[in-house]
């Protein structure tokens, strides 16, 4: 069974960024598509980014499209999540996801298209 590791998690000040990093814990990443998720405290879980495996097709949400950017590196251990001009409505707990499925459907926001789940990192924004 995939495990994957969440890393980066810091405390920003508003206007800052962050690299968020999703590892398997073993192995590798390549066969699934990977998204990014974030729960702030009293919020519902929202879905952010996906990156499929097979073209590397990607999709984002509105509230995070032109400032958040999804990537793999080349061999598929890793797959980033790079933040630009923070707010301190972004201070969640991120997560990544891994799908057996290797491509994002529209509705990956849902989470519901995802096997494997990180336990989360920490990211705060806040001057």
């Known amino acids: 069974q995939l495990r994957v590791e969440e890393s980066g998690g810091d405390l920003v000040q508003p206007g800052g960024y962050l690299r968020l990093s999703c590892a398997a814990a073993?192995?590798?990443?390549?066969?699934?598509?990977i998204g990014w998720f974030r729960q702030a405290p009293g919020k519902e879980r929202e879905g952010l980014t996906c990156?499929?495996?097979?073209?590397?097709?990607?999709r984002y949400a509105d509230s995070v499209k032109n400032r958040f950017t999804i990537g793999r590196d080349n061999d598929k251990t890793i797959v980033h999540l790079q933040m630009t001009n923070l707010k301190p409505e972004d201070t969640a707990r991120y997560y990544c996801?891994?799908?057996?499925?290797?491509?994002?459907?529209?509705?990956?926001?849902?989470?519901?298209?995802?096997?494997?789940w990180g336990r989360g990192t920490q990211v705060t924004v806040s001057s």
């Open positions: 996801a891994a799908a057996l499925w290797p491509t994002c459907p529209p509705q990956f926001y849902t989470g519901s298209h995802f096997d494997y």
């Open positions: 073993s192995g590798t990443l390549d066969g699934y598509a």
């Open positions: 990156i499929s495996n097979t073209d590397g097709m990607v």
